[in-house]
Structures are given as structure tokens and as C-alpha cells.
């Protein structure tokens, strides 16, 4: 079974700011949802753990896992290029879901993000079978990955994030 966990709130998060690969670290809040989430996990033994190399997602996994966690840059968040810090307005959205089709503006191109994110997806589903793995990343992430293990439906909505902060979802039969 599959754990996708998000990482608790940032100060960019709080403010609605636009954060792709800059190192921004956990408030207080995500501190405090990274405890209660690992209550929450407490009963699971986890096989293995793959998590983002960013910060942030580090705070989140070293809460909640205690054991050798694998850091993956394949799952870090998407490089959000000049959209970086910005207000997520729903202008600025546009623009930025927009600009990852080509890669304009110093983004990273959305299908370059996918397969990275696939690539780790599929290592998983094959290297780990009925084995409880966590995986520790971010919104655009979880988008992928939660396409990915529920059988990559062709109406996939990649608009939307599957979990919210400090969350968790969980897939069975990978």
C-alpha cells in the first residue's frame, strides 16, 4: 500500500504565495500537522520511504518516519520560474498553468514534471509490491501520483490537489 502524505503549511502557503523550488521551511501549523498526522501513522510499519529533497518535506518526513528515508529529487515540487513568490490569484494561475505547457517564463515543462514524478511511481510499483511505502511531497506532486496509482483515468483533473496540507491519501494493489 501506498501513503502519499503532503507537507504541512509553510509561511507561502499561510500567504497564498506561489512556492516551487524555493527552500521555504514548515510554521508552526505544519509543524504541529506533521505530529498529529504522525498519531495518526503511528499504527503503520512502513517498508520504505521516499521523500522530496526539499526542506520543507524533510521537516514532514523526519516527524513522521523514523527510519532511512530515501531523498528522491525527483519529488521535488515543479519549478515555478518567474511565478515563484508570487500571490496565487486566479489570474496568476492562469498564467502558470499557461506557461508549464512550453516552459516559458523559467518554468518547468508540466509533461518534463510528469515523467519525473512517473518514473519514481513506477519504480515503486514495481520494486516494492505489497509493502506499505510512504511518500512525502508536495501539492503539483501528489497531483501526478494520485493520477498515477488510481489507474491514470483519462479525466484526470490536474487543477486539483488530491490532499490537502499534512494530509494523506492511501492506494491499495500497487
Same mark, same amino acid.
Given at each position: 500500500?501506498?501513503?502519499?502524505?503532503?507537507?504541512?503549511?509553510?509561511?507561502?502557503?499561510?500567504?497564498?504565495?506561489?512556492?516551487?523550488?524555493?527552500?521555504?521551511?514548515?510554521?508552526?501549523?505544519?509543524?504541529?500537522?506533521?505530529?498529529?498526522?504522525?498519531?495518526?501513522?503511528?499504527?503503520?510499519?512502513?517498508?520504505?520511504?521516499?521523500?522530496?529533497?526539499?526542506?520543507?518535506?524533510?521537516?514532514?518526513?523526519?516527524?513522521?518516519?523514523?527510519?532511512?528515508?530515501?531523498?528522491?529529487?525527483?519529488?521535488?515540487?515543479?519549478?515555478?520560474?518567474?511565478?515563484? $513568490?508570487?500571490?496565487?490569484?486566479?489570474?496568476?494561475?492562469?498564467?502558470?498553468?499557461?506557461?508549464?505547457?512550453? *516552459?516559458?517564463? $523559467?518554468?518547468?515543462?508540466?509533461?518534463?514534471?510528469?515523467?519525473?514524478?512517473?518514473?519514481?511511481?513506477?519504480?515503486?510499483?514495481?520494486?516494492?509490491?505489497?509493502?506499505?511505502?510512504?511518500?512525502?511531497?508536495?501539492? %503539483?506532486?501528489?497531483?501526478?501520483?494520485?493520477?498515477?496509482?488510481?489507474?491514470?483515468? %483519462?479525466?484526470?483533473?490536474?487543477?486539483?490537489?488530491?490532499?490537502?496540507?499534512?494530509?494523506?491519501?492511501?492506494?491499495? *494493489?500497487?
Amino acid at each position: 500500500m501506498v501513503y502519499l502524505v503532503r507537507h504541512g503549511e509553510t509561511d507561502w502557503n499561510l500567504f497564498k504565495r506561489c512556492n516551487g523550488v524555493t527552500d521555504t521551511f514548515l510554521n508552526k501549523t505544519g509543524f504541529k500537522q506533521a505530529r498529529v498526522l504522525a498519531e495518526r501513522l503511528s499504527g503503520v510499519q512502513f517498508d520504505a520511504c521516499y521523500c522530496s529533497t526539499q526542506t520543507r518535506a524533510r521537516q514532514f518526513c523526519e516527524i513522521i518516519y523514523k527510519g532511512d528515508a530515501i531523498f528522491d529529487g525527483r519529488l521535488a515540487e515543479i519549478d515555478c520560474g518567474e511565478f515563484e $513568490g508570487r500571490e496565487e490569484t486566479p489570474q496568476m494561475m492562469a498564467g502558470f498553468w499557461q506557461a508549464i505547457r512550453t *516552459g516559458a517564463l $523559467g518554468t518547468e515543462r508540466f509533461d518534463v514534471f510528469m515523467a519525473r514524478n512517473l518514473e519514481v511511481c513506477e519504480e515503486i510499483s514495481k520494486s516494492c509490491g505489497e509493502k506499505n511505502v510512504l511518500m512525502v511531497t508536495h501539492a %503539483a506532486n501528489a497531483r501526478v501520483i494520485d493520477y498515477f496509482f488510481s489507474g491514470k483515468p %483519462a479525466d484526470h483533473d490536474f487543477t486539483k490537489t488530491p490532499i490537502g496540507k499534512g494530509e494523506f491519501k492511501q492506494y491499495e *494493489g500497487i
